[in-house]
């Protein structure tokens, strides 16, 4: 092994050694803290909770769906569609941050809901 390789690898060792600190259990994400976390969770304000409820699928209860999609990791992995008469109607600048929002035509949502 070369000498700069030698170097570089103890330069290197104690950055690793950092970057694998561990974060307590149930603490909110360092990183953002807004993110919800599992101990507390923070709810959505009333508007994005509608779009939730738009989003529910018929063979669900709506108790079920709340319980779903208020999880942590439901909320940024499953998308809201939206579409632009919803846009027309609400605003948009109001939606939680936390979710994740894509534009829908009325008929993708259709055929959504129909799987």
Avoid at 38 to 63: F, R, Y
Avoid at 74 to 86: E, G, I
Avoid at 91 to 109: E, N, P
Wanted: charged content about 20%.
């Amino acid at each position: 092994m070369r000498l700069r390789n030698i170097i570089a690898l103890l330069a290197l060792a104690p950055a690793m050694a950092w970057a694998q600190s561990a974060v307590p259990a149930g603490t909110p994400d360092p990183v953002n803290p807004e993110i919800l976390s599992k101990k507390d969770p923070v709810k959505p304000n009333a508007l994005t909770m509608q779009v939730i409820m738009a989003q529910k699928h018929t063979g669900i209860s709506d108790e079920q769906w709340r319980k779903i999609m208020l999880a942590p990791v439901n909320a940024t992995l499953y998308p809201m569609r939206l579409t632009q008469a919803m846009l027309d109607t609400l605003d948009a600048g109001k939606l939680d941050m936390r979710y994740q929002y894509i534009m829908s035509s009325a008929d993708q949502i259709r055929e959504h809901e129909g799987q």
